[in-house]
C-alpha cells in the first residue's frame, strides 16, 4: 500500500472551482474534483499553522490545552507510527515554520524529510545593508528578510514551491515499483506573501496604479477598494501556480499507474480572508467560515469513489485515522479523529455531530454542519488560561524565564498517557471578549452577515459544545473562561449571545478613520518610539499591559497604536483614551 499527501496553506475553498466559483483558473483543482470524493463539510479543528500540524499527527485537537508549540512527549504521530510498522514515511516541504522553536519535533517523525528555503520571512540569505524596500508594521524584520530571500527567486524553477513539488515527485518516481510508502508533499502557497511570477499575474488583468501589496496585514481592511481588489488578484496568481504543481503529482498518478493502489489526499490548514467582512487574513478576528471551512479531496484505491460528493461533518483530526486504517495499522485510543469513509453506502459518513474548532486563548467554536456557535469568553479579562506543556516553546522563541517562574505540574489529562505536564500562566494577543458570543445559519446565511440571537437555538449549540470540550478533556478552566459549567448540564442563565449582544455590534462597526487622530497625537507614533520615552511609556503600559511581554512586543514594536487596533488589539475606545493622553504629554 502506498499514500500522497498533498497539503497546501491557507488555500481558500469558496474561490475554487470544485466548489463552485469561477474567481480562480485551476483546471487541475477541477481534474482532481473528477478523480476523487469531495467533501463538502470538511473543517479545520485547532489553528492556525502548527496547531493543526500537531492535529495532523495526533488526530487530537489541542488548541484547548495550549498554544503554537511542538508535539508533545505523549503525543501519538502518525507518520510516526507509520513508521515504527515498516512504512516509510519521506517529507517534502518548504514550510519554514517547521524549523522555529515552535515547530521542532515534527520533521523528526518522518523516516526521511527534505526542506526547501525562501518562504515569506524565513532566516535564509544574510545581507546586513538594508534593501530598497518600505519596512512597516510589525513585519519590519520579517518583511526585510523576505525580500532579500525574493532577489534569490527571479526563476520558478529556484521557488521553494517549485522545489517542493520537484522533490515529491522524485521520491514517486524513484519508489514507483515500491510498497509501504507515504509521501507528504507540503507546500507554504498560496499563503502570504504572494509571491509569483508574471505567467500567473497574466491571467488576471487589471488596471493598478498603487503600492506593491501582496503581504496584507492580519487587520482590518483600511486599503482603497482597487488595493483590495489587486491584492485578491495576487493571491489567486498563487493559487493557480499551485494548481500547476497540483497538476504535476496528478500526471504521475497517471503515468506511474498510482490511482490502482495509492490514497491520494488534498487538504489545507485553513483559509484566508481577503477583504471579507472587512478583515485581512486570520487569527485576528473571529474564525469565519472562509477560514474554517475548508477544501479536501480523497482517493480510495479499495473503493474506487471518483466524481462524488460526501455532504460528512469532517475535520483535519480526521487525517492521521484514515491514513492509518490504509495501512492497516490500529487507531490508537486517543486519537478523536475518525477514517473518512468513501464507501458506496455510506460515501464519507462518519458519525459525527458536531465539529469544534478555534485558537488557544480565542473563541471556542462548534457546527452542527449548519449552525456555528462561537463562544467567546465570558468576562473582559478572557481568564483563566492555562498551557499545559512539557515543551515550553513558542513560535520563535522559548518560554521565557518569567513565564516558567510560577509553573507547577498539573494532574494528568486522559490523553497524556498518565505524565504529569506543566502549567502554565497563558497569555494571547487577542481577546475574543470585544467580538462577542456570535451565532449563524450557514444555510440561510453563508456569509455570516446576519447573526442570530435564538436562545433554543443557542442552548441547543451550547450543549453541544460542552459535550464536546468534555469528550476532549478540555481543562476545567477552560469551562471556567468561557462560562459553561464544569458539572451539569448548560441552561438558559449561561447564554451569552443575547448579554454580549453591544460587543458583537461595536465589533462589527468600522475603525474610526485615521483622520480622526491628530498628527500630533502620538496614535500615528511606532509603539517602539513611544516606550522609547519614560513618561509616554507609562500611558501606554497603563492602557496597554500586554506590551510588557517580551514577545508580543516583539510583534507590535515597529507598528502604531493606530495599526494595532485595526487588528483589535486596541478597542477604539481605548485608541481615543491613548490619544487624548499622549496629546496632553
Request: charged share 25%; glycine share 6%; with cysteine.
Amino acid at each position: 500500500m502506498r499514500a500522497v499527501m498533498v497539503m497546501f496553506d491557507s488555500l481558500n475553498r469558496h474561490m475554487l472551482p470544485p466548489y463552485g466559483s469561477d474567481e480562480i483558473v485551476a483546471p487541475n483543482f477541477q481534474r482532481l474534483a473528477e478523480r476523487t470524493v469531495v467533501f463538502d463539510r470538511f473543517y479545520a479543528g485547532s489553528l492556525p499553522c502548527m496547531p493543526a500540524r500537531r492535529e495532523l499527527h495526533t488526530g487530537r485537537h489541542n488548541f484547548l490545552h495550549r498554544s503554537w508549540g511542538p508535539l508533545e512527549p505523549w503525543d501519538d504521530s502518525m507518520p510516526e507510527l507509520l513508521k515504527k510498522a515498516g512504512v516509510h514515511t519521506h517529507l517534502a516541504s518548504d514550510h519554514f515554520h517547521y524549523w522555529e522553536d515552535g515547530g521542532a519535533t515534527y520533521h523528526s517523525r518522518y523516516s526521511t524529510w527534505e526542506f526547501f528555503r525562501g518562504q515569506d520571512g524565513d532566516p535564509w540569505k544574510g545581507r546586513v545593508d538594508t534593501p530598497d524596500i518600505p519596512l512597516k508594521s510589525f513585519r519590519g524584520a520579517v518583511h526585510r528578510q523576505d525580500a532579500i530571500n525574493r532577489g534569490y527567486l527571479q526563476r520558478q524553477a529556484d521557488h521553494p514551491q517549485s522545489k517542493t513539488f520537484d522533490a515529491g515527485l522524485e521520491f514517486i518516481r524513484t519508489n514507483a515499483s515500491a510498497d509501504d510508502w507515504f509521501l507528504q508533499i507540503e507546500c507554504f502557497d498560496p499563503h502570504e506573501p504572494f509571491f509569483t511570477y508574471d505567467e500567473y499575474r497574466a491571467l488576471y488583468p487589471h488596471n493598478y496604479d498603487g503600492p506593491d501589496f501582496d503581504w496584507p496585514p492580519y487587520q482590518r481592511v483600511t486599503e482603497p477598494e482597487s488595493q483590495v481588489e489587486h491584492a485578491r488578484n495576487e493571491y489567486k496568481a498563487l493559487v493557480s501556480m499551485c494548481d500547476r504543481s497540483l497538476g504535476r503529482v496528478l500526471d504521475a498518478m497517471d503515468e506511474h499507474h498510482l490511482w490502482e493502489d495509492t490514497l491520494l489526499i488534498v487538504n489545507t490548514d485553513h483559509g484566508f480572508l481577503l477583504g471579507e467582512h472587512g478583515w485581512w487574513a486570520k487569527s485576528v478576528q473571529p474564525w469565519f467560515d472562509e477560514l474554517v471551512h475548508l477544501p479536501a479531496f480523497l482517493w480510495d484505491p479499495r473503493t474506487k469513489q471518483s466524481g462524488v460528493r460526501s455532504d460528512a461533518l469532517a475535520q483535519t483530526i480526521d487525517i492521521a485515522p484514515t491514513l492509518l486504517r490504509h495501512f492497516g495499522i490500529e487507531t490508537p485510543a486517543d486519537m478523536q479523529g475518525l477514517p473518512l469513509r468513501t464507501e458506496d453506502d455510506q460515501a464519507g459518513h462518519a458519525p459525527r455531530d458536531g465539529a469544534l474548532f478555534g485558537i488557544y486563548g480565542g473563541h471556542v467554536n462548534v457546527t452542527d454542519g449548519r449552525y456555528v456557535y462561537m463562544r467567546a469568553c465570558a468576562a473582559s479579562g478572557n481568564t483563566p488560561l492555562e498551557e499545559f506543556t512539557l515543551m515550553p516553546t513558542h513560535m520563535r522563541s522559548r518560554f521565557g524565564v518569567n513565564e516558567l517562574l510560577h509553573a507547577e505540574l498539573a494532574s494528568p489529562f486522559g490523553f497524556t498517557k498518565g505524565v504529569r505536564p506543566l502549567r502554565v500562566a497563558g497569555r494571547t494577543l487577542y481577546n475574543p471578549f470585544r467580538f462577542g458570543t456570535l451565532l449563524y445559519d450557514l444555510e440561510t446565511d453563508p456569509k455570516q452577515e446576519k447573526p442570530l440571537q435564538d436562545q433554543d437555538l443557542e442552548l441547543r449549540m451550547l450543549r453541544l459544545l460542552a459535550r464536546l470540550l468534555r469528550e476532549t478533556d478540555a481543562p476545567r478552566s477552560q469551562f471556567e473562561r468561557l462560562g459553561i459549567p464544569w458539572d451539569g448540564e448548560p441552561s438558559e442563565e449561561h447564554l451569552l449571545v443575547g448579554a454580549q449582544r453591544d460587543l458583537s455590534e461595536a465589533a462589527a462597526a468600522p475603525l474610526p478613520p485615521r483622520t480622526e487622530f491628530a498628527a500630533d497625537s502620538g496614535v500615528h507614533t511606532p509603539i517602539r518610539t513611544l516606550l522609547g520615552d519614560p513618561a509616554a511609556r507609562t500611558v501606554v503600559h497603563k492602557h496597554l499591559p500586554i506590551l510588557a511581554d517580551t514577545e508580543v512586543l516583539g510583534f507590535v514594536a515597529g507598528t502604531t497604536l493606530y495599526d494595532a487596533a485595526a487588528t483589535a488589539m486596541i478597542p477604539p475606545r481605548v485608541l481615543r483614551a491613548l490619544s487624548a493622553e499622549l496629546a496632553a504629554l
